[in-house]
């Protein structure tokens, strides 16, 4: 008996994957080509399509023994084609591209060796700049399977030492899954589901709250509680909280592909692989957005929302919304797959109920104005204080639009667009009306005091490009930025110091231009984070006398200037 239950459940097993593998096609990437980037066990810290603020995880997160330092090896033969150094996302970064057309890209480094160091430096004080995004020609660099290329470390937005590592495609520079490669890690382990949630698609996900339902395992499958829902409309799509784990590691890891069927059928389903940085926002539509923002948990939409123009997913013979309206009972399939084809499954029944009144739930607020905004139509709001207009590819579902009016301490209106539970993909430009001009090239507008854009005069109308809703304020700056020494001052013996360190601050926090000099020479203040400006001294600083100039611009033109005299 328990042989013949085996047997079913290998040949189950084994239909789910060939239909999983006909709905997307099989990979043809290079197994085994790759070797693994880091001198250092191999463990994951994060794999490719983990969900993370606005955007998909694009790469691999390699373990380096929780240290900065350890060596960083070329994955396979090729040359150095790019390097770039920037204060965050990457950090220090080096792209080597191989003669199979793909290229591989290593993260949040610390020192290259030598020879490229020596380069990039050179570089750099050419440009005058410390970050750079450097081509270099095919020739000057070329490197070897498990080469030494450059240290491990813990910079741009690193949050803790690690190797961030991708693998493109070198023509199209479209992020391949690199646990497609084949690279030695064993994983065994099916992925957990742990949410199952519903939606009405009679209205837009950004106007309901999604109905949650209990999972429980029974014989393997993944089940709900009830075992058949009801649903109060006729049409629903799914979304799960789902994660993986590989054999050995209790790190919660991305899934890679889920798939949604109707009565055995398959309507739609998305696969984490070959996504560009251009569509990686599409995040925001992939999830409930506005669910995450308020706190909750990540869930993964099985269907697309009307905006969505991403290709992580596939309409099969539907496109994931479930029509329910021939009040039958309708067996729903969910399956989730890791990258090594391991399969979780989700299995449940769901009915048409009494439809519930569809009306959207008006607010209380009588300062508020709602006006209804769609995906794929340019939606403009105006009145004789305020205009935007959004284009057509900014929302992902449709929406109703709250706008009002506050005044703030200073006397100032603030202008509340929407809020921050609904993303949009692109920017929008947004215009304030005032014909105040004392002061048309220090004017800022503020996006709920934390992003802060230059505003541009034009007709009597102050403009300026955000990408988020919500609060808004049109501010005078005039205030310069105000430079700290950290451990060093004008006049003293830096004989015993090898790094002069400074922060800088700003009322806006942005800054347009540093710029530091000795004896009218530029030098590399390196600003990691965008914390601290550090030079560590090198060739360019010679023993004796010297004069150091700091000048720092804001995004206004406001300019502080300090000089600093000291000896070495």
Not at 280 to 291: P, Q
Not at 301 to 328: A, F, M, Q, R, W
Not at 473 to 500: C, E, H
């Amino acid at each position: 008996m328990q042989k013949k239950i085996f047997v079913l459940l290998f040949y189950t097993f084994c239909f789910y994957v060939s239909a999983s593998a006909q709905i997307f096609p099989k990979k043809n990437y290079p197994q085994g080509y790759f070797s693994w980037p880091v001198a250092a066990p191999i463990g994951l810290a994060a794999n490719f399509g983990e969900l993370r603020p606005n955007h998909f995880h694009m790469g691999l997160d390699c373990r380096t023994n929780q240290k900065e330092n350890q060596q960083v090896l070329a994955a396979a033969d090729g040359y150095i084609a790019k390097v770039k150094i920037e204060p965050y996302g990457f950090g220090r970064a080096i792209y080597i591209n191989h003669p199979n057309g793909l290229t591989t890209l290593y993260a949040h480094l610390n020192d290259f060796n030598t020879a490229l160091e020596k380069y990039v430096s050179e570089q750099q004080y050419a440009q005058q700049s410390w970050g750079v995004f450097l081509d270099i020609p095919a020739d000057l660099f070329p490197v070897k399977k498990g080469a030494f290329i450059a240290y491990s470390g813990n910079t741009g937005g690193s949050q803790g030492p690690h190797v961030h590592f991708e693998i493109r495609d070198t023509k199209t520079d479209k992020v391949l899954n690199p646990l497609l490669f084949g690279f030695p890690i064993t994983d065994k382990i099916s992925p957990d589901i742990l949410k199952l949630a519903m939606y009405d698609r009679c209205i837009s996900t950004y106007e309901q709250i999604p109905k949650f339902f209990t999972l429980k395992k029974a014989n393997g499958v993944y089940i709900t509680t009830p075992a058949l829902i009801i649903a109060n409309t006729d049409k629903v799509s799914f979304a799960v909280t789902a994660f993986d784990r590989y054999t050995g590691s209790t790190n919660k890891n991305g899934i890679y592909k889920s798939i949604i069927y109707d009565n055995e059928a398959p309507q739609a389903g998305f696969e984490l692989d070959s996504i560009s940085y251009n569509e990686t926002r599409y995040l925001n539509a992939h999830i409930d957005y506005k669910l995450r923002s308020n706190g909750g948990a990540y869930v993964q939409h099985l269907s697309k929302l009307p905006g969505d123009n991403s290709t992580v997913y596939k309409e099969i013979n539907g496109d994931g919304v479930i029509n329910i309206d021939d009040d039958s009972i309708h067996t729903v399939k969910i399956e989730v797959y890791d990258a090594y084809g391991n399969l979780s499954l989700l299995q449940f029944k769901i009915k048409r109920g009494p439809e519930t009144d569809k009306k959207l739930e008006q607010d209380s607020s009588a300062y508020f104005k709602q006006k209804m905004f769609h995906p794929g139509f340019v939606n403009i709001f105006e009145n004789d204080k305020i205009s935007f207009i959004l284009p057509g590819n900014a929302l992902y579902d449709s929406m109703r639009f709250r706008y009002s009016e506050t005044m703030s301490k200073n006397g100032s209106v603030v202008f509340q667009l929407h809020n921050t539970n609904v993303p949009l993909h692109k920017y929008f430009t947004l215009k304030i009306k005032n014909s105040n001009t004392n002061f048309s090239d220090k004017m800022v507008i503020s996006r709920s005091g934390a992003d802060f854009s230059k505003a541009l005069y034009e007709n009597g109308w102050y403009k300026a490009s955000f990408r988020s809703f919500g609060n808004f304020q049109l501010m005078v700056d005039t205030i310069p930025p105000v430079i700290t020494p950290v451990g060093f001052k004008s006049g003293m013996n830096a004989a015993k110091l090898n790094q002069i360190v400074f922060t800088i601050n700003d009322n806006t926090e942005e800054l347009k231009n540093f710029t530091a000099t000795i004896d009218g020479n530029w030098v590399r203040f390196t600003n990691d984070k965008g914390r601290k400006f550090i030079y560590s001294f090198d060739e360019k600083l010679a023993a004796g006398n010297h004069v150091l100039n700091i000048s720092v611009e804001d995004m206004v033109g406001n300019k502080t200037e300090k000089i600093f005299y000291f000896t070495r």
